[in-house]
């Protein structure tokens, strides 16, 4: 009985890390999609010159395509922070671009 107990428990316990695993990633990428640095917090500087009445925007995460697989794959797009030095690769469906 003591086993099935702890076979029970164990099961759990990897069922929530790996759901609260996939949560996180999905919570990073949606900051770093939003131009927010996951890791020191830093978010995309704005400026503004009165006399040009122009506004500039200093990005902090950069992003570059790796792997475009079409319109039927996923994109594979690493971000990274001009601030920390991360650098992160992250699956993107690419189905939402097609025509």
Not at 1 to 15: E, V, W, Y
């Amino acid at each position: 009985m003591q086993t099935i107990i702890f076979l029970f428990i164990a099961f759990f316990i990897s069922i929530f890390s790996v759901l609260l695993y996939f949560n996180t990633k999905k919570n990073r990428l949606s900051l770093l999609l939003s131009g927010e640095c996951p890791t020191c917090k830093q978010k995309t500087k704005t400026f503004f010159d009165k006399n040009s009445n122009t506004t500039f925007t200093h990005e902090i995460i950069s992003s570059r395509v790796l792997k475009d697989h079409g319109c039927s794959g996923v994109k594979e797009v690493e971000f990274s922070c001009s601030n920390c030095g991360l650098k992160e690769i992250h699956p993107i469906n690419s189905s939402s671009y097609c025509n």
